[in-house]
């Protein structure tokens, strides 16, 4: 199976969604999910039974225009549809003075003036009108095609109110012109050209208001530079990124930015990575250390090789895992679909019927036709199918941009319904390497040359203990040795500076016949889960340290947050039970469970679910992955380099544990938010369809279809306005 995402034209409500959906999903070997926001479908076929161009047919023959292959970097084509608003704009003030300027008290206009010259008023707002028929032409194309195929949306609608008043005028407007002078006040050219003009404004709004939900997710794609500069045989060589090939050797200097996702080959440098992880905090960089696209690089000159360019970057998997996200559909929409389903048809319904009740109580006719009309404007579908989306695009692409990678918008509104947290310990609540826990200095050196002095030993090293000290060092600070060896079982011996060290356990002091005045801090150390380290001069003791995989820095505090929102607390580990319950007690996790395999794991979170528990497993994402694919959200704090290939729902790029709180805290206010746009595009229906009916006009309550365009553009500005709260 196969998965694109195809730009689609022409959506303007949740019924053209749908039915689009519902087309694609007809085919054999087709699977597909529609967003009215973005504007695009997600689909994932099977290519021995589909092609690209047989998918960009269907969407044809459902009513609308495939623009092709989403490209998160093409350029968005000139719009001039600002321009025109402001022309009609114009327009529409010209029409509403002829028609209206009387009531109150503008001079009027005699060769045009409804009861001097009533045929040239008529023939007048005629000619004024025929700009917006062209102007709604593919408003009017479409509610006519929708209603040839049997699936009427919003278009549908407004063609229908629209076509009704422009005929109906016309047929008053001959009867003028054969002399009854008394149909002149029921013409309602202005009603039509009116509505067209509101329902154009109204999308107008609409199309900016979603292009500002996606500027996370531009902001995203802005982020790598076009030029990178090039290390060649006679110096540097600036080039486009469409030139990087991998394995390239780039320069970065400060100030400028990564242009290629890579690995350090030279130098040391602070980079800002806060466009993806979210964390404000400058990282320091060195060799072997990788570097991402985008990243801007503060004080130090770096070297680097290309690993993932183009759309193997991690820029650009992100980008398509937000976007993908975007386009699935949260439960709760799938309910919001269903109902605009039948939403247009049914307003179609009662429309007709509010017609037939007015003919059959005597109303005159050009009062049955606007409450018709009224009926058909009023009703927005917009509003409800805009609800979910648009709260979903905006937190997905808040999400990205804080290093949350949540890749389906169930997950995002699922998450705050999890009441259990399942950790596993080693590479999740630990660093999963091991580290420098404590420098126990007995010289008058500084613990930076203490570890310069051991790190440039154990450099020769394979030994597990000598990664913890690697990390600390770059490669062209390390001290020049000589006589190098390896003594078994004990540790390293050389010489630097015609002085003899050793770096090794606590044998060492026997095998040199050093008098261990350490002891007591040893103990301490061993107590504390550290393996031990020595470093000696000559016979003299330098320095004790303990190397551990240690607690990452900000697990205590996610811990005690998640308590706090009463979230149920469990480890799960493969280590012994001495180790995990000195790990758990330090971040006051009060269940544990030790020397689980990767299976064990997988049936205890199954037993959990039984019980209807919602689970959450965070874990590193290699051997974790059987349990984070079986629980109910599964969070992954292993960034790694092929994101789109990870088990996880969510991925935490810089590991950061607190963007577990934060997800959650996100997931309960997109929830709260899309309930609010659903309760508001209800009660707007609701109130309006009543009032547009002419059921308050006992109490003087009633709508004009201008009046009716209007609050259909307010109804979906409520939805879009409150939408937009998600970005703060």
Not at 64 to 82: A, P, Q, T, V
Not at 325 to 342: C, E, F, M, V
Request: with cysteine.
């Amino acid at each position: 199976m196969k998965k694109i995402i195809l730009k689609v034209d022409g959506m303007s409500c949740s019924a053209c969604q749908n039915k689009v959906e519902k087309y694609l999903n007809k085919q054999d070997g087709v699977n597909a999910s529609v967003n009215l926001v973005m504007a695009q479908a997600l689909i994932e076929y099977d290519e021995e039974k589909q092609t690209l161009d047989q998918l960009e047919k269907y969407i044809s023959e459902a009513g609308y225009k495939s623009l092709g292959l989403y490209n998160e970097k093409e350029d968005n084509k000139k719009d001039n549809s600002k321009l025109l608003l402001i022309i009609y704009g114009i327009l529409t003030i010209v029409l509403l003075y002829i028609t209206m300027g009387k009531m109150i008290n503008l001079p009027s206009i005699s060769f045009i003036d409804m009861e001097a010259n009533p045929i040239n008023y008529g023939i007048t707002l005629l000619i004024l009108t025929i700009p917006y028929v062209i102007y709604a032409f593919d408003i009017i194309k479409s509610g006519i095609k929708n209603i040839i195929h049997r699936s009427p949306n919003m278009d549908t609608l407004v063609t229908i109110g629209v076509l009704s008043s422009i005929i109906y005028s016309l047929i008053n407007l001959i009867l003028v012109i054969k002399g009854n002078m008394m149909m002149v006040d029921n013409l309602y050219f202005e009603s039509a050209a009116t509505i067209i003009y509101f329902i154009k404004l109204g999308r107008y709004i609409d199309k900016k208001s979603k292009e500002k939900t996606k500027e996370a997710i531009k902001e995203l794609v802005q982020i790598t530079p076009q030029t990178a500069l090039l290390k060649t045989k006679n110096g540097q060589k600036e080039v486009t990124i469409d030139e990087v090939k991998k394995g390239d050797i780039l320069i970065c200097k400060p100030g400028m930015k990564v242009a290629v996702d890579g690995v350090i080959t030279s130098g040391e440098t602070h980079l800002d990575e806060a466009f993806i992880t979210g964390e404000a905090k400058p990282n320091k960089k060195s060799i072997n250390d990788k570097v991402i696209a985008g990243s801007i690089n503060l004080d130090g000159y770096i070297e680097y090789k290309a690993t993932n360019i183009g759309l193997n970057s991690t820029i650009s998997q992100i980008v398509k895992l937000v976007i993908e996200a975007t386009n699935t559909k949260a439960p709760i929409q799938r309910l919001a679909d269903k109902i605009s389903g039948i939403f247009v048809p049914a307003i179609i319904i009662i429309a007709i019927l509010t017609l037939i009740g007015y003919l059959l109580f005597n109303t005159p006719l050009n009062e049955a036709i606007t409450s018709f009309v009224t009926v058909l404007v009023v009703a927005c579908p917009c509003a409800l199918g805009l609800a979910t989306p648009l709260a979903i695009v905006v937190s997905e692409g808040k999400s990205a941009k804080n290093g949350i990678l949540v890749k389906t918008s169930e997950t995002l509104e699922k998450a705050h319904k999890v009441d259990t947290i399942i950790f596993d310990k080693t590479g999740t609540l630990t660093y999963g390497n091991l580290r420098i826990s404590n420098i126990n200095n007995y010289s008058n050196y500084s613990n930076e040359k203490i570890i310069k002095i051991i790190t440039s030993i154990e450099n020769n090293s394979n030994h597990p203990i000598a990664t913890a000290f690697k990390n600390y060092v770059t490669d062209d600070s390390l001290l020049k040795i000589d006589d190098f060896k390896n003594i078994d079982g004990i540790g390293l011996s050389a010489t630097i500076n015609n002085k003899k060290y050793y770096v090794g356990n606590n044998k060492l002091l026997k095998d040199l016949k050093i008098k261990n005045e350490y002891s007591k801090d040893e103990e301490k150390l061993s107590n504390d889960g550290n393996s031990i380290i020595y470093l000696i001069e000559d016979k003299k003791v330098l320095s004790l340290i303990g190397v551990k995989d240690i607690i990452r820095s900000n697990a205590l505090d996610t811990i005690n947050k998640l308590k706090n929102m009463n979230k149920k607390i469990i480890m799960l580990s493969g280590d012994n039970e001495l180790t995990a319950n000195k790990i758990a007690s330090s971040l006051h996790i009060d269940e544990v469970i030790a020397n689980c395999m990767p299976q064990d794991k997988e049936r205890y979170l199954k037993e959990l679910k039984n019980n209807n528990h919602t689970i959450m497993m965070v874990g590193d994402g290699i051997n974790d992955a059987p349990s984070l694919a079986s629980s109910d959200i599964g969070v992954s704090v292993n960034s790694g380099t092929d994101i789109a290939a990870d088990s996880s729902d969510v991925i935490l790029v810089n590991d950061d544990l607190n963007k577990i709180v934060d997800l959650l805290n996100i997931s309960k206010t997109t929830v709260k938010i899309i309930k609010q746009n659903l309760f508001w595009a209800f009660f707007y229906n609701v109130c309006m369809i009543p009032i547009a009916i002419g059921l308050f006009k006992i109490f003087n309550i009633s709508l004009s279809p201008e009046i009716a365009a209007l609050a259909m553009i307010l109804s979906s500005l409520t939805v879009i306005v409150n939408s937009l709260r998600l970005r703060k």
